[in-house]
Each structure stands twice: as structure tokens, then as C-alpha cells.
């Protein structure tokens, strides 16, 4: 019934808002859908906490710990966006008008529509469908800004995601015959990890690498991930926050679903393919990320880094590891999200994003100083933050199961990064501010919004409230196979 | 053996008399094509006969390459007709005398003499055409290999006779895949080779932008018909084996008797016919293409031909 | 070579198959705009042809039902689409420099096939499908030959028909091992691919207003310097 609610409601809202009826209400509309989504994948995540599955529809829609997971992270940051948006794209479109604004909205709910069904559809060709409609509703999104980077980027963003997700394609139909060959009626993912031991390995091996390869761009990861930086750059903040925390997490989540598979087949291997591109990742992540120029490019590397970390943990294996990997994906989703609102209001601001045009935040507003602080603070991964305790996490199980040089790799290039982070974050807050002439205030919502997505942000390094931890342990079940 | 020897002269007899009459269709019916009259289907024989009367002017600061190159062009087409299926369906006596590539080489032999021939004189224009043929020569050999290496892999043999059995004796082997595409890979390198448009116009008079026909400005008189003549030949050489190899051998004479050979003559004459037509229509719907892009040209040949060989290899 | 069970459908279909390969070479390598959209949409009815052969052969009405959707969508709606979204001066318009000059694509279109054959092999040979020797390889190729034309054209409608025909070739492939998708996939696969090429459409329309060119692979300016 949940699961129904969650499907139905974000497309209406979108259609609400580009009624005329939302012509100067849009705004709030789809913070009222945004929040009941949440409220409804909050009980979504309860129900599987306690049973472990949920179901819809005849089956049609069915979610597990990995997907009740990523539903309940997707509303979140949907619902922090939103607010954020609100006062944002207000200042962002007051030459056009509210025609603008309502277009905004109503692509930014039917985006949140696509990146709900991709964790509850069952049907793994539904799932494909979606996860192609997250790229075309987030297309106009990118781009807008209007301004020629903004297009640039929203056209390698489409042209290369779309090339990635026709070439997972292939991979998916090529399951499809496995498990038609193996005997099964169904394409779900349940029937795919039953079917596994019977497909021949022939036809298992392409598929995984074509969908890891294929999916691989549409998250970002080494050497795919050149649309990344511009796209995850050149959109509005709060857009980045969803691009960045949820979406590359969300198609992410489509290739931890394949391990239990290929795992199922003895013959075949997954693990050092995951830790190799993860590691790739990670490595050129960090090193990019000391040439950072932009600071909200640099967030978009962090991101391609942290996609491959969970990768690493995923291709690690054991129960400590994919438990590790899943508070991960939570740290990650919470703080990227809130590194980019904290972007936003900076570049709103001081109307730049080069790092070096933005100096004394401290002295000149430091309320901004505190949330970039905070943000990069947890995104670079020091303590008391989630994403300090998961990487320890799976440093601990990487030297627990004797891979002593993928942990030591990682270790090294996370350290890498952790400092280029420190580094561009100390040049804009501890310097000297410019001028004195007084910088713009933001916008209330978006303070609100910061303020909100603080909370999350600072709890869940310090403590995880039970539920939590039982939603995390299914997730690490479902991946581990 | 006599009346094999007899086949194939007769066969040779066949090529030589029969070279400049498609060469007038073809101008008249490109003319047709472009709701003109056109010259007379008989025209080249009286162009030929004109030529052969008329006398030679050879320069004495040319060596004997010029003077023997109409005669070793000549001779070329010639020696090729003895090797391909031009009436029969069956190996005629010399047809064991040389392979296919045999016969490619032959006919590079005289493309070399003409080539060596136009730089010998001192015409400015001379060199110029040489150096294009060659240029065009060099991308066209890689394609002319490849068709060659396939064909005779599947057919298990060079020789063209035999060839020619095994490419469409069931007639579903010619709707294969590499058939077609060698088809249309080998159209596009005789339109190449015989400078046909889209390469080279064959009817343009302006030597800035001929490739082909200036190598053979400087003759007059017995050598300008020779050479004609040899390029006729060669154009009707090629159509040969196209229409006769690597098409379908429908048409030739099956039987022994002097008769089934004569026979086989209207009936290969109606297939050369029809291939006309299709390069008429090619020649009247493309323009020539710029010197450098004959290269991009060549290239697709290229590609499609080895596309052939991997859809032929790939499936056995 | 021919598959024992059907010999003259299974040579159509190796026919048709080659012909979707000349295709996508045709698509990577034509300068003019106009003459990639009218290949792209020659390719479209290729694999149309191949979808209603083995349909033919395996006696299944799901693949006519693909032809049908095919020939709805790629051959009439998507040029339509892109007519009505991308305005007729873009079709006038060659691509005059390139980032790979032809034949040197041509050369590794040549090496790409090559290579999705020997990915291809070994596949086929594991599992006996009717037709599956054919449309495998030929799609893989047409993959990687559409990948390509994304990566080495430049101006955008060229690089679009390359994701289309990256495409086509998937599903030239997939007809031939998966002939009966459930309905609702299939349907959703088919509204999918005019959903693409309207949003690229109004995307190259909205570049060519503010940018004023549609060379998009000259765009350039995101960089680390």
C-alpha cells in the first residue's frame, strides 16, 4: 500500500505544479509531496526493519533492506531539496518569471518520481526503464541555468548516460535469456539470484560486465565519469544535492544488486572487477581533487571517490564489509547532500565558484563558514562524523580478511583526498575576506533547509538509532547474497 | 586439346572485337540517360579505324618505354582473357596458366608501362596523371587483396573457373552476406581502377583534373589507338570477371561443341549489358569526388570488403 | 554456415544483418547530417526485416509485435521528432572538420568489428540458439560502431543517430535471444527511445538559441585549467 502511495505521489504533485493552479504554489506543493514521501518510506524502511520484505501490487512493486534503504535516503534528500529549492530558485529565476519556476518543479518531482521506482519496481526491465527516465527528467534540470557551460554540460551529461544505460541493456536482455534458459517465468531480482547456478557462465560473464560497465557511467566511475564534474557542477545546488547524494547512489545500488547473482555462479568471480574500478576511481578522484579549481566541482569528485569506496567495500566481501558499504551510502547521501546546500548558499552569495574568489568566510559570513566547515568536515571523512566510522569500518574488514593492499591502497588515496578536501576548505574560510562591502544574505528556506539536513548529519556519527541499525544489517544481507 | 585451344582463342577474339562496342554503349546510353541522341553504339570502331591510319609522332627525347608501352598494354587485357570465364563455364586449356592473382598482376604490369610512359614524356600533365593513378592504385591494392583472399578461402581455390562453381551453386549462397558485400566492394574498385565517376570523369577534357586519360595524351596515330583500344580491353576484362566470377555464371555455355561456345556469346553479351545500365546510372547520379576524398572512398571499399571476409570467417 | 533448421531465412537474415552493418558504418562515416538520418532510418527498416524473419522462423508473435512498434517508432516517429524539434538548417549543414579523419574511422570501425566477433564467439558457441550466430556479433558490432560515432563526431545530430543506432543494435541483437520479453518491457523499451530523442531534440534546439552552433563536440570549455 506504502509502496503504491510512494509511486503515485511525486507525478502528481508534478502535474499540480505545472498547472495553472501551481503557477505561485508549485513551490510549496512539492515540499508537501516531498515530506509525505518521506513519512511514507520511513514506515516502508520500519515494515522491512522488521519482516525484511515488503510487496505491492501482485508483486509488482517489492522492496527489500538494500531497497528500502535507498527509497528512505532518496525521500530524504528529496525533502531537504525541496525546502532548499524553494527559496533558491526563487532568486535564481526572477527575471523569467514564475513560468520558470513552475517548469522547475514540475521536472524536479516527475525526477523524484523516476528515482523512487528504481528500488521498488520489481521487474528488472521496469527498473532499467526507470533508471533511463532519472536521466531524461534530470536533462532540462541540468541545464537550467541556460548559460552555454550549463548546456555543454547537460548534453555530455545525457549523451553519456544514455550511452551507458543502452549498453546495460544488452547486459539485462542477455539475463533475461539466462534466466528463460535456466527456466524461470519471472525477471525479477529474486528470480535472478535463484536462476543464477543454472545460467551458463558464457552468457552470465558479458551481461555483468556490460551492465557494470554500462551503469558503471551513469555513476560516475573511473574512466567513465567525465560528464560527472561538469554535470554535477553546472546545475542548481539543490539539483547537485540529488544528482550527487542520490542518484549516482541509486544506479549504484543497481550493480550491488548483480553481486549476489554473479555470486551464485561458481565459476565466476565479481569481486576483483568491483575492487579494481573502485579502486581506479578512488585513485583518480583523489587526485583530481588536489587541482580542484570550482568548489562544487570539487564535491563532484568527492563524489566519484566515495561511489568508489562503496564499490571497494562491496568487492571486499563478508558480512562486516556490505555492512560497512550500506552506512556508507547513508553517511555519503546526508552529508553530500548538505555539502552542496552549503555550496549553493556560498556561490548565491559571493556569485562565484571559484575557490579562489571566495576568501575570509569566517570573518564575512560565517554562518556559511560553519555549514562548509561542517559539510567538508564530513564528506573528507573525519571523526565525529557517519562517514569517519564507515570507512574505519571497512578498513577493519578489508585487514580482518587479509586484503592487505587494497585496504592500504584505499587508506593511502582516502588520506589524498581527505587532505586536497582540508586544504581548499581552509583557503576560503581562514583567509582574509576582500572587501568589506557586506555580502547578501540567503534566502530563509535555504538556511532552514541546512539547518534540517544538519541533524542528520551530525546524529548519525554518534549514534544510530536501533531500527537504523536492523534496516542496515538487511541491506548488508541482500548485497552479500 | 585442339578445340580448347580453339575455345579459348576464340574466346580471345571474343574480348577483342567486342571492347570498343561497350565502350559506345556505354557513352550512348549515359547520353540517353540525359535525354540527349548520343554517338553511334559503332562510333569507338571507326574512332579506332580513323587512328590507325593517321600517322605517329613520337618525340626523340623519349626513351623505348614509350614506344613499347602501347604494345605491352595491348597485350596485357589480352593475356588476362586467357585466364578468366568468358564464355564457358568450364577451365579452357590455358586456364591453369595462371590464377587470379595472377591475372591482377598482369594487368598492374600494364598500368605499370602506361604509368612509366606518361612520365617519359615531358608534358607537364603527364606526370601529374601518373602520380594520381598511382595514389588511387595504392588504396585500390589492399581491397583488391582482400576480395581475392575471400573469395578464393571460401571457394578453396584461385582460380576463377572454380571459383565461379562454388560462389552460387546453390542459389542461396548468393544472398550471403560476404557475396553481397564483395559485389558492391568490387563495383566501387572498378569504378576506381577504370576511372569511372566517381573518381574520374572519363568524358572530361580538361587535363588539370584528368587521372586516367592523361597518361595516354602524348600518343598519336597506331600507339593512340593501341592504347584506346588496351583501355577498352581492360574495362571489358574487369566486367568479366565480375559478371562472369563473382555475379552468377548463368549464361555461359555448359557444353563442349563449338556451337554452345558461339551460343554462350549474345547470351554473356546481355548480362555485360545489364551490368552497363547499373554503372550508367551510377556515372549519371554522383559527381566526381575531390582528389582527396577518393581516399574516403577507397577506404569504405576497404571496409566493406574486410566486413565481408569477418562475416564470411565468423560463420565458419 | 546456414543453420540446418531454416536455410533461406537464416541466409535473409545474414543478408539483412550485413546490410545493418554497412548501415552504421555509412552512420559513422557521411559527412552530411541529412544522410546519417536517412541510413539511420534505412538501418531502423533492416532491423524490422530481421525482426519479422525470425519471426517467421521461431513462430513468435512477440517479435512481429516488435517489428510493428519498430517501424512506429524509429522510422516514423523519431524523424518526425527530430524534424519538428531540430530546425532544417542543421540538415544542411557537413561536418567539414573532423575529429578522426574518415579513413583512418573507417580503419578502426574495421578493427571494432573485428573485435565484437571475437567477443562474440565464444558465447555463441557456449549456447545454440537459431539465428543467435548471426544477430549476436552483427549487434555487438553495430554497438560498438554507434559508441564510436558518439565519441568521434561532432556535431549533434550525428552524435544522437550514433546512440540510435547503438540502439538499433542492441535490439538487433536481442531479437535473437530474448523473443518474448513480457509486453509491458517491451513497451516501455519502445516509448523510451522517442522520450531520448525528444529531450536531445529540444536540448540541440535550446544549444543551437544560446550557443549558436550545433557542433556540440566543439564545446569544451569545462576543464581543469
Same mark, same amino acid.
Given at each position: 500500500m506504502e509502496l503504491t502511495a510512494v509511486l503515485i505521489i511525486p507525478p502528481f504533485a508534478s502535474a499540480l505544479s505545472l498547472s495553472p493552479f501551481g503557477r505561485h504554489l508549485a513551490a510549496p506543493i512539492t515540499f508537501v509531496s516531498a515530506i509525505s514521501l518521506f513519512l511514507l518510506a520511513l514506515s516502508v524502511a520500519a515494515t522491512v526493519a522488521q519482516t525484511g520484505h515488503i510487496e505491492a501490487l501482485h508483486g509488482t512493486l517489492a522492496c527489500d533492506g538494500l531497497g528500502a534503504l535507498v527509497l528512505m535516503l532518496v525521500a530524504l534528500v528529496a525533502t531537504t531539496a525541496a525546502l532548499f529549492s524553494w527559496g533558491y530558485i526563487r532568486i535564481r529565476s526572477l527575471e523569467e518569471g514564475p513560468r520558470k519556476e513552475q517548469r522547475y518543479y514540475g521536472l524536479y518531482n516527475l525526477f523524484v518520481a523516476s528515482l523512487v521506482a528504481v528500488p521498488i519496481l520489481a521487474n528488472v526491465a521496469l527498473m532499467w526503464v526507470a533508471v533511463e527516465l532519472t536521466t531524461l527528467f534530470s536533462a532540462f534540470l541540468v541545464a537550467f541555468e541556460n548559460t552555454p557551460a550549463a548546456l555543454e554540460a547537460a548534453w555530455k551529461y545525457v549523451m553519456l548516460t544514455t550511452l551507458g544505460a543502452v549498453l546495460a541493456l544488452l547486459g539485462f536482455l542477455m539475463l533475461y535469456w539466462g534466466t528463460r534458459i535456466a527456466g524461470s517465468e519471472t525477471f525479477t531480482w529474486v528470480s535472478l539470484v535463484d536462476a543464477a547456478p543454472h545460467v551458463p557462465p558464457a552468457l552470465l560473464w558479458p551481461a555483468f560486465l556490460l551492465i557494470l560497465v554500462g551503469f558503471g557511467t551513469k555513476v560516475g566511475l573511473v574512466p567513465m565519469h567525465t560528464w560527472l564534474p561538469d554535470a554535477h557542477s553546472q546545475a542548481p545546488a539543490s539539483i547537485c544535492a540529488l544528482l550527487s547524494g542520490v542518484e549516482?547512489?541509486?544506479?549504484?545500488?543497481?550493480?550491488?544488486?548483480?553481486?549476489?547473482?554473479? =555470486? &551464485?555462479?561458481?565459476?565466476?568471480?565479481?569481486?576483483?572487477?568491483?575492487?579494481?574500478?573502485?579502486? $581506479?576511481?578512488?585513485?583518480?578522484?583523489?587526485? $583530481?581533487?588536489?587541482?580542484?579549481?570550482?568548489? %562544487?566541482?570539487?564535491?563532484?569528485?568527492?563524489?566519484?571517490?566515495?561511489?568508489?569506496?562503496?564499490?571497494?567495500?562491496?568487492?571486499? &566481501? =563478508?558480512?562486516?564489509?556490505? $555492512?560497512?558499504?550500506?552506512?556508507?551510502?547513508?553517511?555519503?547521501?546526508?552529508? %553530500?547532500?548538505?555539502?552542496?546546500?552549503?555550496? &549553493?548558499?556560498?556561490?548565491?552569495?559571493?556569485?562565484?565558484?571559484?575557490?579562489?574568489?571566495?576568501? =575570509?568566510l569566517l570573518l564575512a559570513a560565517p554562518a556559511s563558514a560553519l555549514a562548509l566547515a561542517a559539510g567538508a568536515f564530513a564528506i573528507a571523512g573525519a571523526p565525529p562524523f557517519a562517514i569517519f566510522v564507515s570507512e574505519f569500518l571497512i578498513f577493519k574488514a578489508g585487514i580482518a580478511s587479509g586484503q592487505y593492499l587494497v585496504t592500504g591502497l584505499l587508506a593511502f588515496f582516502v588520506a589524498i583526498a581527505f587532505c586536497a578536501v582540508m586544504f581548499h576548505v581552509n583557503r576560503m574560510t581562514f583567509s582574509q575576506p576582500p572587501s568589506d562591502e557586506p555580502i547578501p544574505a540567503a534566502p530563509l528556506s535555504c538556511a532552514l533547509a541546512i539547518a534540517f539536513a544538519a541533524i542528520p548529519l551530525v546524529l548519525f556519527g554518534i549514534y544510530i538509532p536501533g531500527p537504523l541499525r536492523n534496516l542496515l544489517r538487511a541491506a548488508a544481507a541482500a548485497m552479500g547474497g | 586439346m585442339a578445340l580448347g585451344i580453339f575455345h579459348n582463342l576464340l574466346q580471345l577474339v571474343f574480348i577483342i572485337s567486342v571492347a570498343p562496342l561497350v565502350e559506345g554503349v556505354t557513352s550512348r546510353l549515359k547520353e540517353n540517360l540525359q535525354s540527349k541522341r548520343g554517338p553511334s553504339i559503332f562510333q569507338p570502331y571507326r574512332d579506332l579505324w580513323k587512328l590507325l591510319r593517321k600517322d605517329e609522332i613520337v618525340s626523340d627525347r623519349s626513351s623505348w618505354i614509350f614506344r613499347a608501352t602501347p604494345y605491352v598494354c595491348f597485350a596485357a587485357p589480352i593475356f588476362v582473357a586467357l585466364l578468366i570465364p568468358v564464355l564457358t563455364a568450364y577451365p579452357l586449356?590455358?586456364?591453369?596458366?595462371? @590464377?587470379?592473382?595472377?591475372?591482377?598482376?598482369?594487368?598492374?604490369?600494364?598500368?605499370?608501362?602506361?604509368?612509366?610512359? +606518361?612520365? @617519359?614524356?615531358?608534358?607537364?600533365?603527364?606526370?601529374?596523371?601518373?602520380?594520381?593513378?598511382?595514389?588511387?592504385?595504392?588504396?585500390?591494392?589492399?581491397?583488391?587483396?582482400?576480395?581475392?583472399?575471400?573469395?578464393?578461402?571460401?571457394?578453396?581455390?584461385? *582460380?576463377?573457373? *572454380?571459383?565461379?562453381?562454388?560462389?552460387?551453386?546453390?542459389?542461396?549462397?548468393?544472398?550471403?552476406?560476404?557475396?553481397?558485400?564483395?559485389? *558492391?566492394?568490387?563495383?566501387?574498385?572498378?569504378?576506381?581502377?577504370?576511372?569511372?565517376?566517381?573518381? @574520374?570523369?572519363?568524358?572530361?577534357?580538361?587535363?588539370? +583534373?584528368?587521372?586516367?586519360?592523361?597518361?595516354?595524351?602524348?600518343?598519336?596515330?597506331r600507339g593512340a589507338a593501341l592504347m584506346r583500344w588496351a583501355g577498352a580491353m581492360k574495362f571489358l576484362v574487369l566486367i568479366c570477371i565480375f559478371v562472369n566470377v563473382l555475379v552468377t555464371p548463368w549464361g555461359l555455355a555448359k557444353g563442349t561443341s563449338s556451337l554452345d561456345v558461339l551460343l554462350a556469346a549474345p547470351l554473356v553479351l546481355l548480362k555485360i549489358l545489364g551490368f552497363v545500365l547499373v554503372l550508367v546510372y551510377i556515372e549519371s547520379s554522383l559527381a566526381k569526388l575531390r582528389l582527396f576524398r577518393i581516399t574516403e572512398f577507397l577506404g569504405a571499399a576497404l571496409v566493406i570488403s574486410i566486413v565481408a571476409m569477418i562475416t564470411n570467417l565468423s560463420a565458419i | 554456415m546456414m543453420s540446418a533448421q531454416f536455410p533461406i531465412l537464416s541466409a535473409l537474415d545474414a543478408l539483412t544483418g550485413a546490410l545493418f552493418l554497412l548501415t552504421a558504418i555509412g552512420i559513422l562515416a557521411t559527412r552530411q547530417v541529412l544522410a546519417s538520418l536517412q541510413l539511420f532510418i534505412a538501418q531502423s527498416l533492416l532491423l524490422t526485416l530481421s525482426a519479422v524473419l525470425l519471426g517467421i522462423a521461431l513462430k513468435s508473435p512477440h517479435l512481429f509485435a516488435v517489428a510493428a512498434i519498430t517501424i512506429c517508432t524509429k522510422t516514423v516517429m523519431i524523424p518526425w521528432i527530430l524534424r519538428r524539434t531540430v530546425s532544417a538548417e542543421v540538415y544542411r549543414t557537413r561536418e567539414i572538420q573532423r575529429v578522426l579523419n574518415i579513413p583512418s574511422s573507417l580503419l578502426i570501425a574495421a578493427i571494432l568489428i573485428i573485435i565484437a566477433h571475437a567477443l562474440m564467439s565464444p558465447l555463441v558457441a557456449a549456447v545454440k540458439v537459431p539465428f543467435a550466430q548471426i544477430n549476436l556479433p552483427l549487434g555487438l558490432a553495430a554497438m560498438f560502431l554507434g559508441t564510436f560515432t558518439v565519441v568521434a563526431r561532432r556535431e549533434a545530430v550525428p552524435q544522437l543517430l550514433g546512440l540510435l543506432a547503438l540502439e538499433n543494435g542492441v535490439f538487433f541483437a536481442g531479437v535473437a535471444i530474448v523473443p518474448s520479453l513480457p509486453v509491458i518491457a517491451e513497451l516501455a523499451a519502445a516509448v523510451d527511445v522517442p522520450v531520448v530523442v525528444l529531450v536531445i531534440g529540444l536540448l540541440t534546439r535550446q544549444i543551437r538559441q544560446v550557443v549558436g552552433m550545433t557542433a556540440v563536440g566543439l564545446l569544451a570549455s569545462l576543464r581543469e585549467e
Open positions: 549516482t547512489m541509486t544506479v549504484l545500488y543497481v550493480i550491488l544488486r548483480l553481486f549476489p547473482v554473479v =555470486g &551464485g555462479a561458481p565459476a565466476l568471480d565479481a569481486r576483483p572487477w568491483f575492487v579494481g574500478f573502485g579502486l $581506479l576511481s578512488v585513485a583518480v578522484a583523489s587526485l $583530481l581533487l588536489v587541482y580542484a579549481r570550482d568548489f %562544487k566541482r570539487m564535491f563532484a569528485f568527492s563524489t566519484v571517490e566515495h561511489m568508489g569506496i562503496i564499490l571497494v567495500a562491496a568487492g571486499l &566481501g =563478508g558480512t562486516e564489509a556490505h $555492512l560497512a558499504a550500506a552506512y556508507q551510502m547513508t553517511g555519503h547521501a546526508i552529508a %553530500k547532500s548538505f555539502c552542496f546546500f552549503a555550496a &549553493g548558499v556560498i556561490a548565491t552569495r559571493f556569485r562565484t565558484q571559484q575557490i579562489e574568489s571566495v576568501r =575570509g | 586449356f590455358f586456364a591453369f596458366m595462371g @590464377d587470379m592473382l595472377g591475372g591482377g598482376f598482369i594487368l598492374a604490369l600494364g598500368g605499370f608501362f602506361a604509368t612509366l610512359a +606518361a612520365v @617519359d614524356t615531358a608534358n607537364p600533365y603527364g606526370p601529374m596523371g601518373a602520380s594520381r593513378t598511382r595514389m588511387v592504385g595504392f588504396l585500390a591494392e589492399p581491397v583488391f587483396i582482400v576480395v581475392f583472399l575471400t573469395v578464393s578461402f571460401v571457394a578453396g581455390s584461385t *582460380i576463377p573457373y *572454380i571459383v565461379q562453381q562454388r560462389w552460387v551453386t546453390p542459389l542461396s549462397n548468393f544472398f550471403e552476406p560476404s557475396h553481397v558485400l564483395l559485389l *558492391i566492394a568490387f563495383l566501387m574498385l572498378i569504378l576506381a581502377e577504370d576511372g569511372r565517376i566517381p573518381v @574520374d570523369s572519363p568524358s572530361g577534357l580538361f587535363e588539370l +583534373a584528368m587521372i586516367d586519360r592523361s597518361k595516354s595524351l602524348e600518343y598519336s596515330g | -
